[in-house]
Nanobody, 121 residues
Framework: QLRLVESGGGLVHAGESLRLSCVAS????????IGWFRQAPGKERKGVLC????????NYTDSVKGRFTISRDNAKNTVYLQMNNLKPEDTADYYC??????????????WGQGTQVTVSS
């Protein structure tokens, strides 16, 4: 059974950093693209960054450019989202999912349970 589990969320102050982890089980992550998405309260789920099997990165939103990076460690079956210089508007539930980078979140099939990120001003 394919499974993704996120961790690393928390409450931080503006300007601080967090690193989210997405650990896969039940499949070899080497061959899959993984995206990070976020959903703020009352808002639509939106893409953040996605990395495909050969390391190519797709950026879904200009608001994280220069602050967030995505990486993968296939040996650990894990994809990371490094978030620096966090802003209150980054507050959301963050999810990782398996699917085609660059596509709408609707095309991503396997999802984690999410991890909450709260940034105070």
């Amino acid at each position: 059974q394919l499974r993704l589990v996120e961790s690393g969320g928390g409450l931080v102050h503006a300007g601080e950093s967090l690193r989210l982890s997405c650990v896969a089980s039940g499949f070899n992550l080497d061959y899959y693209a993984i995206g990070w998405f976020r959903q703020a309260p009352g808002k639509e789920r939106k893409g953040v960054l996605c990395i495909n099997s050969n390391g190519h990165i797709t950026n879904y939103t200009d608001s994280v450019k220069g602050r967030f990076t995505i990486s993968r460690d296939n040996a650990k079956n894990t994809v990371y989202l490094q978030m620096n210089n966090l802003k209150p508007e980054d507050t959301a539930d963050y999810y990782c999912a398996e699917g085609p980078c660059g596509s709408s979140w609707l095309r991503f099939k396997t999802w984690g349970q999410g991890t909450q990120v709260t940034v105070s001003s």
